[in-house]
Nanobody
Framework: QVQLVESGGGLVQPGGSLRLSCAFSGTAFSLYGMSWYRQGPGKQRELVATITSAGNTNYADSVKGRFTISRDSAKNTVYLQMNSLKPEDTAVYSC?????????WGQGTQVTVSP
């Protein structure tokens, strides 16, 4: 069984930075693709960034050039470095681990961008 635990959220001013972490417990972390999603108040959940098992990355247009997803196989952890944060980045951020027939979700961490 896989468990995902996010951390690193909080309150930050516009223009600031945060780094989110998603700790993966279970086996075969290196085989899983990993994604970060977010859901803002009154909005649908949206895909923010993905990193495949091979290390290929993809980003939503709204975060390109500001956010960076990475993974550390030694620590079984995926990160989301968020820079130049905007109020519209305010959301609950959740990570997902996926294989073709398996999907696991974390509980999420709140990010609030406000003066």
């Amino acid at each position: 069984q896989v468990q995902l635990v996010e951390s690193g959220g909080g309150l930050v001013q516009p223009g600031g930075s945060l780094r989110l972490s998603c700790a993966f417990s279970g086996t075969a972390f290196s085989l899983y693709g990993m994604s970060w999603y977010r859901q803002g108040p009154g909005k649908q959940r949206e895909l923010v960034a993905t990193i495949t098992s091979a290390g290929n990355t993809n980003y939503a247009d709204s975060v390109k050039g500001r956010f960076t997803i990475s993974r550390d196989s030694a620590k079984n952890t995926v990160y989301l470095q968020m820079n130049s944060l905007k109020p519209e980045d305010t959301a609950v951020y959740s990570c997902k681990a996926y294989l073709p027939l398996r999907v696991y979700w974390g509980q999420g961490t709140q990010v609030t961008v406000s003066p």
